[in-house]
């Protein structure tokens, strides 16, 4: 089975700009997540799509936002850019079956600078 | 608020010595708590931990939780240089099942 799939890989953007980063689930799995990390604040969550609906969501502002297609892949957009949004965006995904555990499988990530 | 802690936060072995890394956690409604491994990018899956006392192994990767006193340990045997890594711990509670709260990350660098 193919793993988790993230584009781009890198992205270097400038402040005030707005971005979108893609995410396609490994297949069969209907549950996809973000996290942010940073070498300060380590991994944290931003947020959970399952079923095209915003199922979960972390302490981050508006600015970051997402959506779920019917296919399960993913995608997240930060508007107005700041310097702190520079990081890496894992996602990850899940079969999130009924009753079912928290396992996650990441993908490689993209690395967003913002100058 | 849910909190993950990890220790140590650093650690250098040589070769072939054993580790031992901790993760204790404060959790609602706590339901499982998973080990990764993150070299350079994504971090790999090793474990998922849900019951109390029974411990999961991979070759020379073991690990048990401890859902009384809120930890668990993972060991590494006979280490080698390609264990070098971040480990992290991250517990997921039954409240927002696919919410992953991360530990800081334990780094561990096996010299030769």
């Known amino acids: 089975k193919a793993g988790v799939t993230q584009t781009p890989r890198y992205l270097i953007k400038t402040r005030g700009q707005q971005v979108t980063l893609s995410c396609s689930p490994i297949s069969g799995h209907r549950s996809v997540s973000w996290y942010q990390q940073t070498p300060g604040q380590g991994l944290q969550f931003l947020f959970e799509?399952?079923?095209?609906?915003?199922?979960n969501k972390g302490n981050f502002p508006g600015r970051f936002s997402g959506r779920q297609f019917s296919n399960s892949r993913s995608e997240m957009n930060v508007s107005t850019l700041e310097l702190g949004d520079s990081a890496l965006y894992l996602c990850?995904?899940?079969?999130?079956?009924?009753?079912?555990?928290?396992?996650?499988?990441f993908g490689p990530g993209t690395r967003l600078t913002v100058l | 608020e849910d909190k993950v802690v990890q220790s140590p936060l650093s650690l250098v072995v040589h070769e072939g010595d054993t580790v031992t890394l901790n993760c204790s956690y404060e959790?609602?409604?706590?339901?499982?708590l998973l080990w990764y491994k993150q070299e350079k990018k994504a971090p790999t899956f090793l474990f998922m931990l849900t019951s109390s006392g029974i411990e999961k192994k991979s070759g020379r990767l073991s690990s048990i939780l401890d859902k009384k006193e809120l930890f668990s340990i993972l060991n590494i045997t006979a280490t080698q240089t390609g264990d070098s890594a971040v480990y992290l711990c991250?517990?997921?509670?039954?409240?927002?099942?696919?919410?992953?709260?991360f530990g800081q990350g334990t780094r561990l660098t096996i010299n030769p």
């Open positions: 799509y399952f079923s095209e609906t915003q199922r």
């Open positions: 991250a517990v997921g509670g039954i409240q927002g099942a696919q919410k992953l709260v």
């Open positions: 959790v609602t409604n706590f339901r499982s």
């Open positions: 990850a995904s899940s079969p999130s079956l009924a009753g079912g555990s928290n396992e996650q499988f």
